[in-house]
C-alpha cells in the first residue's frame, strides 16, 4: 500500500473521532434542547475536524488559502469550545471578546503568510494562542476545582489540554522552520499534534460528556427531591440532606423542628386552594430567609415543615425554633389572604444517639403538644438514641 495514503489515514484518525464526539454532542441537544452549550461543542469538534481534514487533505491545494481556511476553522473551533465550556457553568468571553480575538488571529496568519511567510510565526502563533485561551477559560472555571467529581476532571482536563500546547509546540518543532511541505508532513510536530488531537482532544471531550450527563443527572435529582410549590426540599430530599449532613459532620447531637400552620384547613375553606398555595410559599420563603446557613428546611407534608439542625443541642434548638415562630407571626400575608397574621406552631426534638424515625416521631408529638395547647407556640423535648439517619 501507498506509504502516503496509510499516513493520510493514520492521521485522519483524530479527526474522525471529533466528528463521532460532535455527533454525541449533538445528540445529546437534541435530546435536551436548554442545554445549548451543547450545539456549540458539536460545532466546535466538527469545525476542528473540518480544519484538520483540510491540512491532511490539502483542501484547498493552495497553500495560502489553506494555511488561512484552516487557521479559521481552527480558531473557531476553539473559540466554541471555550464558549461552551463557560455556558455551561454560565459564564462567557463576549460576543466582542470572540470577534476580536478571531480578528487577530487571522490577521496574523494572513500577515505572516502573505507579507512576512514565516511558517514558524504561524505555528507559533496558533499553539501558543489557542493554549492561552484554553488556560482563560481554565481560570474563569477555576471555581471547579472543588465542586463535585465531574466537574473537577471538567476543569483538570481543560487545565491540562490548554498547558500540552506549549511544551508540545517547543519540543517537537524547536524555532527551525521546515524545508518543504513534505518535511513539515513527516515532521515530529506534525505526528504529535495529530497524535494530541486523538489523545487528549478526546479525553476533553469525554470530560464535557461526562459533566453533561453529571447535570442531567442532578436535574433528574432535582426534580425528585425539590417540593414544586414551595421551591424547598420535598420529605424524601430533606431525608437525603439529613443523612448527608450527618455524614459530613459526623454529629451525635442534632435537633430536628417541625412546623405545622395553625388553622391552615380554614384559609382553605374560606380562599380556596389557590390562596392556600400562596400562603404555603410565603411561609417557605420566611423559613429559609431565618434559617442559618447550615439549616435543612423541607415541606414534609400538607402545611407541615421541617427543619434539620446539626450540631444543635436543645436550648439553641429552642432558641431557633423561636425564631422562625416569630418571623411567621410578625410577617405580613395581607398580600396574599385578606388576614394580615398567620401564625404556626412547632415542636422540637433534640437526640444525642437513635434513628429518624424516633426523632421525626418525638418531634411530631411535641407539635401536637403545641397545637393542642393554643397553638402559635414552641414544644420541646429530648430523645435518645440518635447515630445516624
Known amino acids: 500500500m501507498d506509504p502516503a495514503i496509510v499516513r493520510i489515514t493514520l492521521s485522519l484518525i483524530g479527526p474522525g473521532i471529533l466528528v463521532v464526539f460532535g455527533i454525541a454532542f449533538a445528540s445529546a441537544w437534541l435530546i435536551d434542547r436548554k442545554r445549548n452549550y451543547l450545539l456549540l461543542l458539536a460545532g466546535a469538534c466538527m469545525l476542528f475536524a473540518m480544519g484538520a481534514a483540510s491540512q491532511i487533505l490539502h483542501c484547498p491545494v493552495d497553500i495560502g488559502l489553506n494555511a488561512m481556511v484552516s487557521g479559521a476553522l481552527y480558531t473557531t473551533a476553539v473559540l466554541m469550545a471555550v464558549e461552551g465550556v463557560l455556558l455551561r457553568s454560565e459564564r462567557s468571553l463576549g460576543l466582542g471578546a470572540n470577534i476580536a480575538i478571531f480578528v487577530v488571529f487571522w490577521g496574523l496568519l494572513w500577515y ?3 507579507v512576512d511567510r514565516n511558517l514558524i510565526a504561524r505555528i507559533y502563533i496558533q499553539n501558543f494562542g489557542y493554549g492561552i485561551i484554553l488556560l482563560v477559560a481554565a481560570y474563569r472555571l477555576s471555581g471547579l476545582a472543588g465542586g463535585r467529581l465531574g466537574d473537577r476532571i471538567l476543569f483538570w ?18 524555532f527551525s522552520e521546515p524545508i518543504d511541505p513534505a518535511v513539515f508532513e513527516n515532521s515530529v510536530f506534525w505526528q504529535a499534534l495529530q497524535l494530541s488531537l486523538a489523545v487528549l482532544g478526546s479525553g476533553f471531550a469525554l470530560a464535557i460528556l461526562a459533566a453533561s450527563v453529571a447535570d442531567v443527572i442532578d436535574d433528574l435529582r432535582h426534580e425528585r427531591d425539590i417540593d414544586h410549590l414551595t421551591g424547598i426540599l420535598n420529605r424524601r430530599g430533606f431525608e437525603d440532606a439529613i443523612a ?22 380554614s384559609i382553605n375553606d374560606a380562599h380556596g386552594h389557590e390562596v392556600g398555595d400562596r400562603v404555603l410559599q410565603e411561609i417557605a420563603k420566611v423559613l429559609l430567609r431565618t434559617k442559618r446557613k447550615r439549616d435543612v428546611v423541607g415541606r414534609v ?10 450540631d444543635t443541642d436543645g436550648t439553641e434548638a429552642y432558641e431557633c425554633a423561636e425564631r422562625f415562630r416569630t418571623a411567621i407571626s410578625e410577617a405580613n ?8 397574621r398567620i401564625t404556626a406552631s412547632f415542636g422540637i426534638a433534640t437526640a444525642t444517639g437513635g434513628r429518624w424515625k424516633h426523632l421525626y416521631k418525638s418531634a411530631d408529638n411535641r407539635l401536637y403538644e403545641a397545637k393542642g395547647s393554643g397553638r402559635n407556640r414552641t414544644v420541646a423535648s429530648s430523645v435518645s438514641n440518635f447515630v445516624s439517619v
Open 112 to 114: 505572516f503568510f502573505y
Open 157 to 174: 482536563s481543560l487545565l491540562a489540554f490548554g498547558l500540552h500546547f506549549f511544551p508540545r509546540t517547543i519540543l517537537t518543532i524547536g
Open 244 to 265: 448527608t449532613a450527618v455524614r459530613r459532620s459526623g454529629s451525635v447531637t442534632a435537633s430536628l423542628i417541625l412546623c405545622d400552620i395553625d388553622h391552615f384547613k
Open 301 to 310: 407534608g400538607g402545611e407541615e415543615f421541617a427543619i434539620f439542625l446539626s
Open 333 to 340: 400575608f395581607s398580600h396574599v389572604v385578606d388576614r394580615a
